[in-house]
């Protein structure tokens, strides 16, 4: 790959040679090299700029007012030609870090050499094109007292694995001569190693000939980043703040450079784009470069978790980049991953300039596949919808953030969902929250933490943390088998704040406590959820304990129940259905329902439909 200052760069490495002397490496030019990387940068930044124009004006303006097969091919053509510059842009920011890095690597041993050279000087030594120093003599011998011989030194790169020799020298200059000699040696065999190893990483960034850039491009990028960021893992000096705070997080972002902020994006947009406290346009960027990488990465498998995360990649890649509609919030990706069972956090609405912002847990059996690209990152996109037509601005969030119990017969077993993975998502789940709270404009923005079926006690494991959940006003539970609490006073926002939606014909709503399950038979493990209603609700039908601890919408656990559609039956006349369980968040099936949750997220739950607690 060739481009702006690329050659001036490389001639800096070329000046080391094979056989590398501490001459060369005192004029090796590093000023060349991060103009190179400067140059590099500023291609970056341009192909990025024109992705942009490409993707929110010039396939916006087509689509509007042209039509026919002519203009669906143009669109085709520039989302190719959009794709080509999002891939010049992540190799440009590739090459600026590596000559960075490299230059910054090559003045460290530069200045070990110069002080050697330095402290040769100042003793009047010399420091011949080998490395060796001469040293004059010095000293009084014991014998006749004249001084004794100089001598010259020869030095060792690794002195500290020299094997000691158990004879000193009796000149004292021969100790600061061996000193000085084995500095030069150090310097110029680290400098030797820094040189193969970035230029064996520089010769494979390098892009095919020809305009187009198929996946298996963006397969060798994936690789090529990973090589960057282990060669320059030493450069970008001040390290991610993993363990601060969401608020010195964003502190620490808006303290670096433009450079700096380029740098950290390109090379690890996995982890900057995950950082809570970084804000949504810097974390959306990075995560749809890192997008990008990952369907590189997976498209270079063909195991099963490959291949059905990568559809679901595909699918999120698809929407980010479609047009949307009239009054249809913009897509903001939040969060990346294929880590477990994936990771994906996408909000409809900027949540940092959004006055109401909501954020809706998923739960048992959600993962990282092309069913949650479509229809759980639907349920986020019509509740903001929904939420916009009721005043202020709103975004509203789907948080796939953790690992939701997967069970083995589909929709129907709680068995496998102990409080193990509520407990660690309700850790990621309130820091990410605490994170739209730092990086919001607002002062005192609106949110609200959503959380469905096993989500719910997702989101109740967060309120349990130290200081509940950051910035959360109100929150929602629909569907919930519980929430791990036995009152709304325990969730932290006081129970006139906490509400609840419960389906009449939801059984999950209704699943006996474990205590139960005993006296009703093997219902959970042998015939689902439907066996345990059954059987284990006849042990007590009064008893207002669901699996996860109280019935959060019984009179007793004292949150506000609102107003739901009743669902489709669990047995009709096609079979077997858990609609009821899964419609709350359907503006056709349930309006009352998202209607209801749209005023909540808004701050104007006293316009909410109230629904008698059972």
């Known amino acids: 790959m060739s481009g702006p200052g690329g050659s001036g760069g490389l001639s800096a490495l070329g000046a080391l040679g094979a056989t590398l002397t501490w001459a060369k490496l005192r004029e090796v030019k590093c000023a060349e090299l991060e103009e190179a990387a400067d140059g590099w940068g500023r291609a970056g930044n341009r192909a990025d700029a024109a992705r942009d124009r490409i993707d929110t004006q010039l396939v916006d303006d ?19 030609l959009s794709m080509n510059f999002q891939y010049i842009y992540t190799e440009c920011g590739l090459l600026r870090t590596t000559l960075n890095s490299l230059a910054r690597e090559m003045k460290a041993q530069q200045r070990v050499l110069q002080g050697a050279l330095d402290d040769a000087a100042a003793l009047k030594f010399t420091v011949h094109p080998d490395g060796s120093v001469t040293y004059p003599a010095a000293g009084e011998g014991l014998v006749d007292g004249k001084p004794l011989a100089g001598g010259r030194a ?5 002195p ?56 298996a491009t963006w397969t060798d990028a994936a690789g090529d ?39 950290y994006l390109a090379v690890y947009p996995d982890q900057i784009g995950n950082l809570d406290g970084i804000p949504a346009l810097v974390r959306d960027a990075a995560n749809r470069d890192n997008l990008q990488l990952l369907m590189g990465k997976l498209a ?40 477990g069972n994936g990771r994906a956090i996408v909000s409809y609405g900027n949540p940092d300039t959004s006055r109401n912002v ?29 939420s916009n037509r009721h005043g202020e601005s709103a975004a509203a969030i789907t948080w796939l953030g953790y690992d939701a119990p997967q069970s083995p017969d589909g929709w129907g077993t709680l068995a496998v969902a102990g409080a193990g993975r509520a407990e660690e998502g309700g850790r990621s789940f309130s820091g990410f929250m605490g994170g739209l709270a730092a990086a919001n404009e607002h002062a005192n923005p609106h949110m609200t933490a959503i959380g469905h079926s096993y989500g719910s006690r997702t989101v109740g494991a967060a309120t349990q943390q130290e200081g509940g959940i950051p910035g959360v006003d109100d929150i929602v539970f629909v569907g919930s088998p519980g929430v791990g609490v036995d009152s709304a006073d325990d969730l932290g926002v006081g129970r006139e704040h906490v509400f609840v939606g419960a389906a009449s014909n939801d059984i999950v ?30 042990a007590d039908p009064g008893d207002d304990d669901v699996w996860f601890g109280r019935d959060p919408a019984s009179e007793s656990f004292g949150a506000r129940r609102f107003e739901v559609g009743d669902g489709p039956p669990l047995v009709g006349r096609g079979g077997l259905s858990a609609d009821a369980h ?3 968040f359907n503006p056709v099936a349930d309006k009352s329902s998202v209607n209801n949750m749209a005023l909540i997220a808004t701050g104007r739950s006293h316009l909410v439909r109230a629904e008698e607690s059972r």
């Open 509 to 538: 709503t209704k699943l006996p406590a474990k205590e139960q399950f005993a006296i009703g038979g093997a219902g959970l493990l042998a015939g689902g959820p439907a066996a345990a209603y059954v059987f284990g609700g006849l």
């Open 160 to 215: 500290g694995l020299a094997a000691p020799s158990g004879l000193v020298a009796p000149n004292p200059n021969a100790a600061k001569a061996q000193d000085i000699a084995d500095r030069v040696a150090q310097a110029v065999r680290t400098a030797a190693d820094v040189d193969w190893r970035y230029a064996k990483i520089l010769r494979a960034l390098k892009a095919e000939d020809g305009l187009g850039v198929p996946a």
């Open 225 to 263: 980043a990973a090589a960057v960021r282990q060669a320059a893992s030493g450069y970008l000096a001040q390290g991610i703040p993993h363990d601060a705070s969401p608020a010195e997080r964003k502190a620490w972002w808006a303290g670096l450079t433009d450079e700096q902020r380029e740098e």
């Open 582 to 584: 899964s419609d709350y």
């Open 62 to 80: 087509l689509r509007r007012t042209q039509k026919g097969e002519a203009a669906r091919a143009a669109v085709r053509r520039l989302r190719r």
């Open 358 to 386: 909501a954020a809706y847990v998923p739960g048992l059996n959600t993962s990282l596949d092309e069913g949650f690209a479509r229809d759980d990152l639907k349920r986020a996109r019509d509740l903001a919808i929904a």
């Open 300 to 339: 270079g498998r063909d195991d099963e978790d490959a291949v059905t995360k990568l559809a679901a990649l595909r699918e999120i890649d698809r929407q980010l980049r479609a047009v949307r509609e009239p009054g249809e919030p913009p897509m903001y990706l939040l969060g990346i991953g294929d880590q």
């Open 154 to 158: 020869s030095g060792v790169p690794n």
